[in-house]
């Protein structure tokens, strides 16, 4: 049943000697002599052609012919449903795929590293996972540069409209004010042009401005000027610095294994099911596309296995370094300092744990003229 | 694999006319022959097919050719006489 027959009903003479000719190419079943001049047989349906042309070359009749088996029965659907059927299977595909992000479009400043930011860090294509509030969360703690940022899936597009922070012109050109870089007291001030902001004794934070760069004259009209100043201000930073006694150190042994896999929208089509046999490994995996064409964007994961082992070191506390090092890291903290006013430190053990906060009070000067 | 035709010719090996053609009926309903070489007599009643030194005729009722290839012939059918001449 599954073989395609062709049935042939030819009327002719001498019928046998057509036979043995053409049984030398062909295989020929279910031969049946009705009478002397008709006859009935069946040839494999890929040989019917073929064999159409001896019978008329033997100028034999054809009265009937007629195909049947499974074969010629599924490509006479395909020929008559055939279209229908890729129309239901694409428009089956084409809604499935309409589930999904297809690209990701930013528009604004830093494109190419936003996109690529996305590309690699998207927690899902799907369009009813996605969380635009999450995505504009993600993208504001990343770049820190932004002011705006805004994420909408439009079809099948994920749209970024992003837009650098601006820095008002009147704090960047010539009659830009004197801000403070510092946390602190106003010591002193020796304001030569410009209008003051602090007086001694203010507590001032970082960024706060200083010296605006603008004077009022009698008729109390405003007049830009660039403001010229020398300010000096008391800070003060923290530095610290830690010591363990027992400190567990995890280091890679050398020894590796990595797992491939390749993805369809987070969906496993192959992976080579290798598995870590380490007791205690770290794990690093690295995505990117097979091909570049946005209709079936298959992943190619590797993740590769590092085997690693944890060693228990011991040291003694050495005191004096330990607080020199809180030191550094304190003074780190505050640079172009005139004279340091007053340090001190304090020392906490909990444990195996000992730290140094070191404190430093500093005179900075503040100085445009 | 084991072979009918084969390990009956292993036991008449000396004989030449073995290489001839093989014939086997099947209760009287089915005649595989190998080695003919052309159809002489096609009807319901009478079949006949040369072989090698000769000729095969088959006489029944509601025969026909069931399979027809270059060497071999499968007849179905009720066979009554098989002569070889």
């Known amino acids: 049943m599954i073989k395609s027959f062709h049935h042939f009903k030819i009327k002719g003479l001498n019928q046998e000697r057509f036979f043995n000719n053409i049984s030398k190419k062909y295989h020929i079943f279910d031969i049946n002599r009705q009478d002397n001049t008709l006859c009935s047989f069946k040839v494999e349906r890929r040989f019917a052609k073929k064999v159409k042309t001896e019978i008329l070359n033997a100028n034999f009749t054809i009265i009937e012919e007629k195909s049947s088996g499974a074969g010629y029965y599924f490509s006479r659907f395909i ?33 190419t590293e936003i996109e690529q930011f996305l590309e690699e860090n998207l927690p899902t294509k799907n369009k009813n996972k996605l969380n635009c509030d999450e995505i504009e969360k993600m993208i504001n703690d990343e770049f820190n540069d932004l002011s705006f940022v805004s994420v909408a899936v439009v079809g099948q597009t994920l749209v970024v409209n992003v837009k650098n922070s601006i820095i008002p012109s009147e704090m960047v050109d010539e009659y830009a004010p004197i801000v403070s870089s510092y946390d602190g007291i106003v010591r002193e001030i020796e304001l030569v042009q410009g209008t003051l902001s602090v007086e001694i004794g203010d507590i001032i ?22 403001p010229k100043a020398e300010i000096i201000l008391d ?23 990595s797992n491939t896999s390749v993805q369809l929208f987070g969906y496993e089509f192959y992976s080579n099911n290798v598995q870590p046999t380490f007791s205690q490994y770290e794990e690093e995996k690295v995505s990117e596309y097979l091909t570049k064409n946005n209709i079936l964007p298959f992943k190619i994961v590797t993740t590769k ?19 020199e090092l809180a030191r550094e890291n304190c003074l780190q903290n505050i640079k172009n300092y005139e004279i340091i006013k007053e340090e001190n430190y304090r020392v906490i053990s909990e444990g195996n744990k000992t730290t140094v906060k070191y404190v430093v009070t500093a005179s900075v000067k503040v100085v445009n003229v | 694999m084991f072979n009918f035709f084969s390990e009956l010719k292993k036991i008449a090996k000396n004989e030449k006319f073995v290489d001839k053609y093989n014939l086997i009926n099947m209760s009287g309903k089915i005649l595989y022959i190998e080695g003919h070489t052309g159809v002489c007599k096609l009807s319901h009643t009478l079949i006949a097919f040369k072989v090698k030194g000769g000729m095969i005729t088959v006489e029944g009722e509601d025969m026909s050719l069931a399979e027809l290839s270059e060497t071999t012939i499968k007849i179905v059918g009720q066979i009554k006489r098989v002569e070889a001449i």
Not at chain 1, 305 to 323: A, C, H, W
């Open chain 1, 235 to 257: 800070v003060w930073a923290e530095g610290e610095s830690q010591h363990f006694s027992k400190l567990m150190i995890t280091s890679r042994t050398g020894k590796s294994c």
């Open chain 1, 205 to 226: 934070q970082k960024g706060q401005i200083l010296v605006e760069g603008y004077v009022k004259n009698s008729e109390g009209e405003i007049l830009n000027i660039q």
């Open chain 1, 305 to 323: 296995y590092f085997e690693t082992e944890t060693k228990v070191v011991e040291s003694e506390l050495n005191l004096e370094k330990q607080i």
């Open chain 1, 79 to 111: 020929g008559a449903y055939g279209v229908l059927l890729a129309i239901v299977l694409c428009s089956v595909f084409y809604a499935f795929q309409l589930r999904f992000i297809e690209r990701i479009e930013v528009w604004g400043d830093l494109n």
